[in-house]
Each structure stands twice: as structure tokens, then as C-alpha cells.
């Protein structure tokens, strides 16, 4: 009995812990700005500026380099693009740009793809890029004509309303606001020294009890963490009773939820140790400040109030759609992380089969780790013998299919959709590993 009772508290603390890892550090500088630049998306850039290059009528060669671009521009993790792709989708884009977009975004992430290249070769990092690409687009397209009924109908109501025959312009202050927002994004997760270096420090003026302090350290916890987890509790009430009945109004819960989340960010930018109460300030923290600044003026003196109403409505609905579908898929896959045997990984990865591949794409989807996290994942696998074919079958299945992007997907799209889907990165990517260890791996670079 106790032995059952410690497995399954073992189960909890491996879930806990990956769960106030990711909403402490991951979620906030690129999970937030997403679900802000989805929600102004959304409201502001109207339907025909997106199709015109996304939509069901647009040309091929057109739609899905456009959508590869978009995807590459953005650079972002796996979670951060779900909010995007349900934007543009909802936006009118077609199916298969859409998808191609989901795709690539996470895929080419260009920080990634440099520390791929320095840690395991610049074989795996090139080989991640094209063949990223090319699934990206590939698999659009498959989905294009796997659902082109569907498509059809969908594109048949649009026509109805006059979606693809109308023009609109966009003001240019809204495209000046989409560059401040895609800043925020980029500041807060870009891993350059102008930005992540401490030019100055800050002691906070209290040290808790070493008993607390030991206990951060032993959950990777930082005071910072802990803080951002309380504010993003307290955004949670304040936005509930300041986002959901926007329409009627700004009340001051609403000014109370944009102030916290614009806080939120900020004292997410600044740089603390584990175990250490000294916060370093850095180029991140100061180009934030500046950014939120820009946009607050920027906002405040080009949209009406109910402009931004309907921003702030769009943003929370994909908020409520998405976020809860996060948490859980991140606290399943921290359990599942503790059960797979890593005995069980080495021995079946350890050579360039077609199961060895399937098992590197499974692994991806089970051992979900954040952006730039995956890589010294990877490079302690190869090191434990992983062969490099089913080594680049996980790095591109990785970035596509965790648990919590499939259950996303899922409440996005449906559940046919989202089956197709994951069975066709699965196999791109089983297949790609297999080639790769067939033919490149052991080449020279």
C-alpha cells in the first residue's frame, strides 16, 4: 500500500512540478504576447486582408509560402502558435496555409536551430529546417485535399457574404501596433547578450527563511516564479470580472487586468538565479518597458474604446478556449514523464529502425519540453546512445505534437481534423528520421 501511495505521489509531484515550471518561466514572455497578438488579429485586421493571401482562392504558390514565412517570421514554440493558427483560421484563412503556418512556426524556430547546429551538428539543425519546410507545406496540402468538401462549403459561405470579392485597407496605426506586439514577443524570448546580460542588480529587501528558500531550490523554483504564478491568479479574477462583459464597458477590474498583465510581463523580464534573492535588471526588462509604453500610446490615441473592447473580448476568448486545455495537457505529460523507463528508450532508440524513429516521435509527444529545452534533451539522449536518425524523427515531432497542442487542436479544429493531423506529422517525421540515419547520418559536415 505504501508503495502504491508513493507512486502516485511521485506521479503528482512530477506533474506539479513541470506545471509551475512552465507557467513560473515558459508561459509568460511568449504565451501571453501570443494570446494578445491572437485577440488583436482577430479584431482588428479584417477578413479580407487574410484571405486575400491565406484564403481557399488564393494561389497556391501564393498561400503556402506566405503562410511558411509567417510561420518562420514568428519563430515561436508549439503552444504560443495555437492561439496564432486559431486566429487566422478563424480569420478566414484556408485550411491548408493554416495548417502549414502551425507547422512551421515551432518547427524553424531560428534560436533553436542555432543551438541544434552547436550542440548535436549542423547536419541535424539544416536537416530540421528544409525538411520542416517541406512537411510544413506538404502536410498543408494534404489536409487541403483530404477536407476539400468541407473546404468548399466553408468557402461557399464565404462567398456568400462577399468575404473574397471585398478590399479593405488597414489603417497604418494598426500595423504599427502589430510591430510593437511582435517586439514584445521577440523581446521576451530572443536569448541575445544586448538582452539577457545584467548590467545591474537589485537585492530584494528580505531573505526569507532558508527552509523556504531550499524548498524553491529543490522544485526549481525561484521568489520570481512564485511571484509570477500569484499575479497570474490574481489576472485570472481580475480579467473574469473585468474582460467578460467588456461590451458593457470599462470597469475598473478591466484597467485593474490590463495594469497586472502589463506587470506581468515586466517582472518576468529580469533575470534570478534559483536560490538567489537578486534580481538582475537586463536589456529585456528595459525594452519591454519601453515597448508597453509604445503600445499604451499607440493604442490609447489611434482606437475608440470599443475597438479595443472588442480586442480585449477576442483576447479573453481565446484565453478561456485555450489556457485551461495548456495546463492540463502540461501537468499529463509531466505524470507520463515519470512513468516511461528511460532503459526502455535507450534500448529501442538506440539504432536507426523504423520502430527506433516511431518510438523518437512518441517520445516528442510525451516528453513535451519548451523551446530550446528540447535540444540538451536531446543531446543527453545521443550521448545515452540514441542513433541520430530517431534523434531528428523526436526534434520534429517535438515542437508539433504535445499532449496539451493535440488537445488544443482538438477543441479548435475537431476531432477528425486534428486525427489527420497528428497521424501525418507522425509519419513525416518517422520517415524523415529513418532517411536521415539511412543516408546522412555518419556523413561528414
Known amino acids: 500500500m505504501d508503495a502504491i501511495l508513493n507512486f502516485l505521489a511521485g506521479l503528482l509531484t512530477s506533474g506539479l512540478t513541470g506545471l509551475l515550471d512552465y507557467l513560473a518561466a515558459h508561459v509568460l514572455l511568449c504565451l501571453v504576447p501570443a494570446f494578445i497578438i491572437a485577440g488583436f488579429m482577430s479584431s482588428m485586421v479584417p477578413k479580407e486582408a487574410i484571405t486575400r493571401y491565406l484564403g481557399p482562392r488564393a494561389s497556391k504558390w501564393i498561400s503556402y509560402p506566405a503562410s511558411a514565412l509567417g510561420g518562420f517570421i514568428l519563430a515561436v514554440c508549439s503552444c504560443t502558435i495555437l492561439p496564432l493558427f486559431a486566429g487566422i483560421w478563424k480569420r478566414g484563412a484556408g485550411l491548408g496555409p493554416a495548417i502549414t503556418f502551425l507547422f512551421v512556426g515551432p518547427a524553424i524556430n531560428i534560436l533553436a536551430l542555432t543551438y541544434t547546429g552547436a550542440a548535436i551538428g549542423f547536419d541535424i539543425a539544416i536537416s530540421r529546417l528544409v525538411l520542416s519546410i517541406l ?12 477536407f476539400r468538401k468541407e473546404e468548399r462549403e466553408r468557402s461557399a459561405e464565404m462567398e456568400v457574404s462577399g468575404v473574397f470579392d471585398q478590399t479593405a485597407a488597414v489603417k ?24 539577457t546580460g545584467v548590467f545591474a542588480s537589485i537585492t530584494l529587501p528580505f531573505n526569507p527563511a532558508g527552509g523556504f528558500s531550499s524548498f524553491l531550490t529543490s522544485i526549481n523554483l525561484t521568489f520570481q516564479g512564485v511571484l509570477l504564478i500569484f499575479m497570474l491568479v490574481i489576472i485570472g479574477v481580475t480579467a473574469w470580472k473585468g474582460f467578460d462583459k467588456v461590451f458593457d464597458g470599462f470597469n475598473r477590474w478591466t484597467y485593474a487586468a490590463i495594469l497586472l498583465i502589463g506587470l506581468t510581463i515586466l517582472v518576468a523580464a529580469p533575470h534570478e538565479e534559483a536560490g538567489s534573492f537578486v534580481i538582475g535588471i537586463n536589456g529585456r526588462l528595459i525594452g519591454e518597458i519601453i515597448l508597453l509604453v509604445a503600445i499604451a500610446l499607440v493604442a490609447s490615441q489611434n482606437f475608440s474604446k470599443d475597438q479595443l473592447g472588442e480586442w480585449i473580448w477576442e483576447t479573453w476568448k481565446f484565453v478561456k478556449q485555450i489556457f485551461p486545455l495548456l495546463i492540463v495537457g502540461v501537468f499529463a505529460a509531466g505524470v507520463v514523464k515519470e512513468v516511461i523507463p528511460e532503459s526502455w528508450v535507450r534500448t529501442v532508440a538506440g539504432s536507426n529502425t523504423i520502430v527506433a524513429n516511431l518510438v523518437g516521435v512518441l517520445f516528442g509527444i510525451f516528453m513535451y519540453f519548451p523551446t530550446l529545452v528540447e535540444v540538451p534533451v536531446a543531446k ?64 561528414p559536415v
Do not use: C, H
Request: no cysteine; glycine share 12%.
Open 380 to 443: 543527453m539522449f545521443l550521448d545515452l546512445g540514441m542513433a541520430r536518425g530517431p534523434l531528428l524523427a523526436y526534434l520534429l515531432a517535438d515542437p508539433e505534437l504535445s499532449l496539451q497542442s493535440i488537445l488544443v487542436l482538438n477543441g479548435v479544429m475537431g476531432r477528425k481534423k486534428t486525427a489527420f493531423y497528428v497521424g501525418l506529422v507522425a509519419v513525416f517525421s518517422t520517415l524523415a528520421g529513418y532517411l536521415f540515419g539511412l543516408f546522412m547520418a555518419g556523413m
Open 135 to 146: 512537411f510544413g507545406i506538404a502536410i498543408g496540402l494534404i489536409m487541403a485535399w483530404i
Open 172 to 195: 497604418p496605426a494598426v500595423w504599427l501596433l502589430f510591430i510593437l506586439l511582435i517586439a514584445v514577443l521577440i523581446v521576451g524570448t530572443l536569448q541575445i547578450d544586448l538582452l
